[in-house]
């Protein structure tokens, strides 16, 4: 296992290295610049603006651009902000990173306690009422888009009834403790629903046909006919098979959970990642975006590697020489 580790983690460094350039290229590829399809100021000659390119290098060649920028990545520096003049990159995404961590734990606890029981009672009564509802529910969680759900719920819940805010992360900055905790999680409850709604779907069907497919199986069968009660049977034997995929999902949240989910963010507009992200696009703020790409990539990579370390732990088949 632990060789297994350090290869996956040395293979981490070429997929990183083709990440940046792919990431970089993409930053390149889009039409104009950080000054680009913006009301330039009159007053201001364009020697001026031709200067500020030159600042930030700008006017170099792409190949050019690309190494000055990765040897700074190389030593963790990852620049300032274009768009926020003065900022570095890191504060920016500091001070929005765990806002986005605490809405991605929170969506996902949402979908896994509501996607497990149901996917399993559906897969125990297949076929039944309730099965067909989960179904349904599955099926319509699929088919709406998040940021429809999200209007739905701020106009219902936000507007309508007032139970909770339609934006932010906190009344006033000025709590602390316990009522700091509560209103955090009083501004979470909406953003999180639509998150870990829409998830849900998706897990509630995986759960419900591999545990399905489990129960059918012949050691199933074996551990049934000698008497053992379907309780044990259900939680020492089928589970363990039938949450193999769940951790593959698992395993490729970690980059949705730290990037939250763009849309969702902008709907009910949560300072975290996801916003920071938009409106570096939307200003061509190149050392943002490529910076958020790549703490993104490194997710993904991380979370499957986290997935087949688990994969160890739950089906001890699994053996990594």
């Not at 390119?53 to 274009?82: C, H, M, T």
């Not at 076929?127 to 699929?142: K, R, V």
């Not at 993904?300 to 739950?314: C, K, R, W």
């Amino acid at each position: 296992m632990v060789q297994f580790i350090i290869r996956r983690i040395l293979l981490f460094i070429p997929m990183l290295f083709a990440l940046s350039i792919i990431v970089f290229g993409l930053a390149k590829a889009a039409p104009g610049d950080p000054f680009s399809g913006k009301i330039l100021d009159p007053d201001v000659g364009m020697e001026v603006y031709e200067k500020q390119r030159a600042e930030l290098g700008l006017d170099k060649p792409i190949p050019v651009q690309y190494i000055n920028w990765a040897k700074k990545v190389i030593r963790g520096n990852f620049g300032e902000s274009i768009t926020y003049k003065g900022r570095s990159v890191e504060s920016l995404i500091k001070e929005r990173f765990m806002n986005t961590v605490y809405l991605g734990i929170f969506a996902l606890g949402i979908t896994l306690i509501v996607a497990i029981p149901i996917g399993i009672y559906s897969a125990r009564h297949p076929y039944s009422l309730m099965d067909y509802g989960t179904t349904t529910f599955g099926f319509f969680g699929l088919a709406v888009p998040n940021f429809f759900f999200g209007l739905v719920v701020i106009y219902l819940f936000a507007i309508k009834l007032g139970w909770f805010p339609a934006q932010g992360t906190i009344s006033n900055n000025k709590l602390t403790g316990i009522a700091e905790i509560k209103d955090r999680l009083h501004h979470m409850i909406l953003p999180g629903l639509t998150l870990g709604l829409a998830s849900t779907a998706g897990y509630m069907r995986y759960m419900r046909s591999e545990v399905m497919d489990v129960l059918g199986s012949d050691y199933i069968r074996t551990a049934k006919a000698k008497g053992m009660s379907d309780r044990n049977v259900l939680y020492k034997h089928t589970l363990r098979n039938a949450l193999i995929p769940i951790i593959t999902l698992l395993g490729m949240e970690l980059g949705p959970l730290l990037g939250g989910a763009v849309i969702t963010e902008q709907v009910f507009n949560f300072p975290g990642i996801g916003t920071l992200f938009i409106g570096s696009v939307v200003n061509r703020d190149y050392p943002v975006v490529m910076a958020i790409v790549l703490l993104l990539g490194v997710a993904v990579l991380v979370g499957n590697l986290l997935a087949d370390i688990f994969y160890s732990i739950v089906d001890p088949r699994i053996r990594y020489d």
